[in-house]
């Protein structure tokens, strides 16, 4: 696959977003309309105790995917209540539509004591084409089990000949690296099938991605999309440890493919390029999304500092 | 109305020494009847630490068959360590509830985790012991029963039961946390999932017993044992706010059924209550019933949710 680069497109802090949000405009999810895409994002506000929470907000975007018509100005979808498993954050939101709504697949966090924080998959439901979503429920739709112990999350949703298919990531568990450092997690992505969207059969800590950095490998953000008879995933993959400023042990972006949706061939190559030193992207790739608009096919992801200065787009040349 | 005789307490942690992991607190007691004794699977605790902060084991005390008030022996270890790093029973594996399986065992306990707007979370459990109960392995180390579309947080109180060739798991699933003086006060209800393997489980996803006291009462221990036709449930409910005492503290509730789903509630038939003094006199909860020998008891906690160990009542007539 060779990727043409345009470069960011979409910077939060030249916009006025709702809930007090200033920076973070990660994990871009698209919904694509007649004349024109609704990106969804996750930006951030600084609580009381001057951590970050996690909120869902749009731009929409002309076809041409530059031209910005305008952002989101009410909130998308509050937190969660008290004790909920998206209490202190919502990122991200996988949206797909289902007759006539949409659904909305949020990714809630909940801040915990000895490590920093869980998450499981929500569902929300959208009847006005996306400016708000409404809950299905106060807990979630995924959660850990038996053997994917904490971090569900990250869910991505394709609707084939009738089945609910979810890629998503679970935690293998947590580490800490050094005496004095935070606990660390890793994660793998996994697969769920569901009649409904609402009911999930997973594959129990099945691992569908092969590992290309050894166990320790971080996969995170799973997109996938059908070209020609192939399914193709991107997602990001990182070091457990030391990912955020240590050249080279950051966020890139990997690829695989599939026939038949169950075993899938890891194939970096297929992924865009990272930056030249100093641009947007040299350091840092995550949070793939990859859609079809207007017959061409493209690809939104989040470069250096996970996103913090907005995201940016890729286009398939064919 | 039953009519329970009260034996008295039977086991006092705080009298049992060289267990660094059992100071006080003796909680939910659950019964594995066996050739020479009654064994009793409780939760306790060592001392809070530093910040005041508790963790839970599971063990259990053997009691005398024939005289089930006489204390034989009492487990080495816990039966079950606490869960690693980040993992839902890193903070506590409390309460337990046992069933046989065959030649073995099966737990379903409570795992606890610590969160930072709320004190805790908690979910469902499962392991299997080789050995007749006295060890027993995680099937995993994330949960079986965990947190779903309308039960959102604090799945606890593990009850497994076998009936119909189906297992049968009576368990609590919060509601809300509700803000009372400043501290976040769990509301959670009884609910119910059946399985055919232990394993994957199906919540039956409404509550089983009608509230009474108020609408945010809190429901606990939902121990079911079928007798004489009916399907009896005694089971623990408190107010939502100040229970830590007398006035809205824990009782004993009783409900009925035929099929398991439907319930009929009757507190005015559960028969036992707090008693005009001792160590149950403010509250009484966490019942647990079981046939011995003919006999009808149920084990259970008065003070402080069990902070000095459970009793024993015996049943005058039948379960009817």
């Not at chain 2, 059992?22 to 060592?46: G, H, W």
């Not at chain 2, 994330?142 to 309308?150: A, F, R």
């Not at chain 2, 009929?264 to 038939?269: L, P």
Request: with cysteine; proline share 5%.
């Amino acid at each position: 696959m060779k990727w043409l680069k345009h470069g960011k497109i979409f910077d939060p802090t030249e916009h006025r977003l709702p809930n007090g949000c200033v920076q973070f405009a990660q994990s871009p999810q698209t919904l694509v309309f007649d004349n024109f895409v609704r990106i969804y994002f996750s930006t951030r506000s600084v609580d009381a105790k001057g951590k970050f929470l996690s909120h869902i907000a749009y731009v929409d975007m002309q076809k041409n995917l530059r031209d910005v018509i305008g952002v989101a100005d009410r909130t998308v979808l509050p937190l969660g209540d008290l004790g909920c498993f998206d209490e202190h954050g919502i990122f991200p939101m996988n949206v797909v539509r289902h007759e006539g709504t949409i659904y909305g697949y949020t990714c809630g966090w909940n801040r915990r004591v000895s490590v920093s924080v869980d998450t499981a998959i929500g569902l929300t439901i959208s009847h006005d084409d996306g400016l708000t979503f409404q809950r299905v429920g106060s807990g979630p739709v995924l959660a850990a089990s038996l053997h994917e112990p904490c971090l569900v999350g990250d869910g991505f949703v394709m609707i084939i000949g009738g089945v609910f298919h979810m890629w998503y990531i679970f935690g293998t568990g947590w580490k800490k690296y050094a005496l004095d450092a935070a606990p660390d997690r890793t994660y793998k992505i996994g697969h769920a099938t569901s009649p409904d969207g609402i009911n999930w059969q997973k594959e129990e800590a099945r691992q569908i991605v092969a590992d290309r950095l050894g166990p320790e490998e971080s996969q995170a953000l799973p997109t996938v999309l059908r070209i020609g008879q192939r399914y193709h995933m991107f997602f990001c993959y990182r070091e457990s440890f030391d990912f955020r400023k240590v050249q080279g042990r950051g966020y890139r972006i990997g690829h695989a493919w599939s026939d038949d949706l169950s075993s899938w061939t890891r194939d970096d190559e297929q992924s865009p390029p990272p930056g030249p030193p100093g641009a947007w992207d040299s350091d840092m790739q995550c949070y793939p999304h990859v859609f079809e608009c207007d017959d061409k096919i493209y690809l939104l992801y989040n470069g250096n500092q996970f996103g913090r200065h907005g995201f940016g787009l890729a286009e398939l040349q064919r | 109305m039953f009519q329970w005789k009260k034996l008295g307490k039977v086991f006092t942690p705080q009298e049992i020494s060289g267990r660094a992991w059992l100071k006080e607190f003796a909680q939910a007691p659950a019964t594995l009847i066996m050739d020479n004794v009654v064994r009793v699977y409780f939760s306790c605790r060592p001392p809070a630490d530093t910040s005041g902060q508790y963790v839970s084991y599971s063990a259990y005390v053997d009691l005398e068959r024939e005289n089930p008030l006489k204390v034989r022996q009492v487990a080495e270890q816990p039966i079950l360590g606490l869960g690693g790093l980040g993992e839902f029973d890193e903070f506590g594996t409390y309460p337990v509830s046992v069933a046989r399986d065959g030649d073995l065992v099966r737990a379903y306990y409570a795992g606890w985790t610590r969160c930072e707007s709320v004190p805790f979370n908690v979910a469902i459990g499962a392991a299997i012991s080789y050995d007749g109960g006295r060890t027993f392995d995680k099937l995993g180390n994330g949960p079986v029963l965990s947190y779903s579309l309308d039960e959102p947080f604090v799945l606890s109180g593990p009850k497994i039961r076998r009936f119909n060739n189906l297992w049968h798991l009576f368990y609590i699933a919060g509601r809300k946390w509700k803000m009372v003086d400043g501290r976040a006060e769990p509301v959670y209800k009884i609910r119910m999932a059946t399985s055919e393997d232990g394993i994957q489980w199906n919540k039956l996803n409404r509550d089983l017993i009608e509230s009474r006291v108020e609408t945010d009462e809190a429901q606990a221990s939902p121990d079911v044992i079928h007798a004489n036709g009916i399907y009896h449930m005694f089971f623990s409910y408190r107010y939502s706010s100040h229970y830590r005492g007398k006035q809205n503290g824990y009782r004993i509730g009783y409900a009925s059924s035929r099929n398991l789903v439907d319930w009929i509630r009757d507190d005015a038939k559960a028969g036992i209550d707090v008693s005009e003094q001792g160590w149950d006199a403010e509250m009484i909860s966490y019942p647990h019933v079981f046939e011995l020998d003919g006999k009808t008891y149920m084990a259970y906690l008065g003070d402080q949710v069990g902070r000095h160990g459970f009793g024993l009542a015996v049943l005058e007539g039948r379960l009817e």
